[in-house]
Protein backbone atom coordinates (compact mmCIF):
# COMPACT_ATOMS: atom_id res chain seq x y z
CA UNK A 1 0.00 0.00 0.00
CA UNK A 2 1.09 3.46 -1.21
CA UNK A 3 0.57 5.69 1.93
CA UNK A 4 1.55 9.35 2.13
CA UNK A 5 2.00 9.67 6.35
CA UNK A 6 3.45 13.20 5.96
CA UNK A 7 -0.22 14.09 4.37
CA UNK A 8 -1.78 12.40 6.93
CA UNK A 9 0.21 14.14 9.75
CA UNK A 10 -0.06 17.65 8.67
CA UNK A 11 -3.70 17.57 7.84
CA UNK A 12 -4.14 16.58 11.49
CA UNK A 13 -1.16 19.31 12.96
CA UNK A 14 -2.76 21.95 11.24
CA UNK A 15 -6.78 20.97 11.25
CA UNK A 16 -6.01 21.34 15.48
CA UNK A 17 -3.92 24.86 14.62
CA UNK A 18 -0.50 23.61 15.78
CA UNK A 19 2.57 24.85 14.51
CA UNK A 20 5.28 22.01 13.55
CA UNK A 21 7.56 23.60 16.75
CA UNK A 22 4.52 22.57 18.92
CA UNK A 23 4.18 19.27 17.48
CA UNK A 24 7.83 18.18 18.18
CA UNK A 25 7.89 19.50 21.69
CA UNK A 26 4.65 17.33 22.09
CA UNK A 27 6.47 14.40 20.70
CA UNK A 28 9.84 15.06 22.14
CA UNK A 29 11.24 15.62 19.27
CA UNK A 30 13.65 18.37 16.58
CA UNK A 31 11.35 20.43 14.58
CA UNK A 32 13.24 19.34 11.26
CA UNK A 33 11.97 15.69 11.97
CA UNK A 34 8.60 16.75 11.94
CA UNK A 35 8.84 18.40 8.76
CA UNK A 36 10.68 15.69 7.56
CA UNK A 37 7.97 13.57 8.14
CA UNK A 38 5.68 15.32 6.85
CA UNK A 39 7.34 16.36 3.71
CA UNK A 40 7.90 12.61 3.28
CA UNK A 41 11.69 12.59 3.38
CA UNK A 42 11.36 10.26 6.60
CA UNK A 43 8.96 7.93 7.89
CA UNK A 44 8.12 8.53 11.99
CA UNK A 45 8.39 4.97 13.72
CA UNK A 46 6.25 2.79 15.52
CA UNK A 47 6.12 4.93 18.35
CA UNK A 48 6.17 8.00 17.28
CA UNK A 49 3.26 6.91 15.06
CA UNK A 50 1.50 5.88 18.00
CA UNK A 51 2.02 9.06 19.50
CA UNK A 52 1.09 11.05 17.01
CA UNK A 53 -2.52 8.96 17.11
CA UNK A 54 -2.44 9.34 21.01
CA UNK A 55 -2.36 12.96 20.50
CA UNK A 56 -4.69 13.80 17.72
CA UNK A 57 -7.38 10.87 19.50
CA UNK A 58 -7.32 8.95 16.16
CA UNK A 59 -6.78 4.74 15.86
CA UNK A 60 -3.61 3.43 14.15
CA UNK A 61 -5.35 2.32 11.27
CA UNK A 62 -6.77 6.02 10.51
CA UNK A 63 -2.82 6.83 10.77
CA UNK A 64 -2.00 4.27 8.35
CA UNK A 65 -4.36 4.93 5.74
CA UNK A 66 -6.34 1.69 6.25
CA UNK A 67 -9.85 3.77 6.87
CA UNK A 68 -10.11 7.41 5.39
CA UNK A 69 -12.00 8.74 8.51
CA UNK A 70 -11.15 8.55 12.24
CA UNK A 71 -14.91 7.61 13.93
CA UNK A 72 -13.49 10.23 16.87
CA UNK A 73 -13.45 13.15 14.43
CA UNK A 74 -16.32 14.95 13.42
CA UNK A 75 -16.09 16.06 9.99
CA UNK A 76 -17.56 18.75 7.89
CA UNK A 77 -17.82 21.01 4.58
CA UNK A 78 -15.88 23.56 6.93
CA UNK A 79 -12.22 22.00 7.17
CA UNK A 80 -12.14 24.06 10.97
CA UNK A 81 -14.60 21.47 12.01
CA UNK A 82 -12.73 18.49 10.54
CA UNK A 83 -10.81 17.35 13.75
CA UNK A 84 -11.99 18.06 17.30
CA UNK A 85 -10.04 17.81 20.09
CA UNK A 86 -11.52 14.73 22.31
CA UNK A 87 -8.22 14.07 24.13
CA UNK A 88 -9.99 15.29 27.75
CA UNK A 89 -12.96 12.59 27.13
CA UNK A 90 -13.17 8.56 28.07
CA UNK A 91 -13.83 6.44 25.26
CA UNK A 92 -17.44 5.93 26.15
CA UNK A 93 -17.92 9.52 26.20
CA UNK A 94 -16.45 9.93 22.53
CA UNK A 95 -18.79 7.00 21.62
CA UNK A 96 -21.65 8.61 22.67
CA UNK A 97 -20.80 11.82 20.59
CA UNK A 98 -20.16 10.32 17.30
CA UNK A 99 -23.78 8.05 17.71
CA UNK A 100 -25.17 11.35 18.67
CA UNK A 101 -23.35 12.75 15.23
CA UNK A 102 -24.54 9.75 13.44
CA UNK A 103 -28.35 10.54 14.84
CA UNK A 104 -28.42 13.71 13.43
CA UNK A 105 -27.05 12.65 9.89
CA UNK A 106 -29.78 10.00 10.11
CA UNK A 107 -32.63 12.17 10.89
CA UNK A 108 -31.27 14.95 8.14
CA UNK A 109 -31.43 11.98 5.11
CA UNK A 110 -34.68 11.21 6.19
CA UNK A 111 -35.68 15.05 6.36
CA UNK A 112 -36.96 14.21 9.92
CA UNK A 113 -37.03 17.16 12.36
CA UNK A 114 -34.32 17.36 14.66
CA UNK A 115 -36.27 19.30 17.80
CA UNK A 116 -36.56 15.96 20.20
CA UNK A 117 -32.83 16.27 20.33
CA UNK A 118 -32.10 20.02 20.80
CA UNK A 119 -35.41 19.68 23.29
CA UNK A 120 -33.45 17.07 25.37
CA UNK A 121 -30.09 19.30 25.65
CA UNK A 122 -31.80 22.36 26.47
CA UNK A 123 -33.52 20.43 29.09
CA UNK A 124 -30.30 18.54 30.26
CA UNK A 125 -28.61 22.32 30.40
CA UNK A 126 -31.41 23.90 32.16
CA UNK A 127 -31.44 20.34 34.83
CA UNK A 128 -27.72 20.36 35.13
CA UNK A 129 -26.83 24.17 35.12
CA UNK A 130 -24.34 23.97 32.35
Known sequence: MDFDFGIRIKE??????????????????????????????????????AKIARLFVVSMDF??????????????????FNYIDA????????????????EFKECNSIGTDNNEFTDNYDYY???TGK
Open 125 to 127: KKD
Open 63 to 80: MYGFISESRNNILSNDYS
Open 12 to 49: LRIGKKMSQAELAKKLGISNSMVSSYENGAKQPSVEVM
Open 87 to 102: SGLMESQRTLIVQLIN
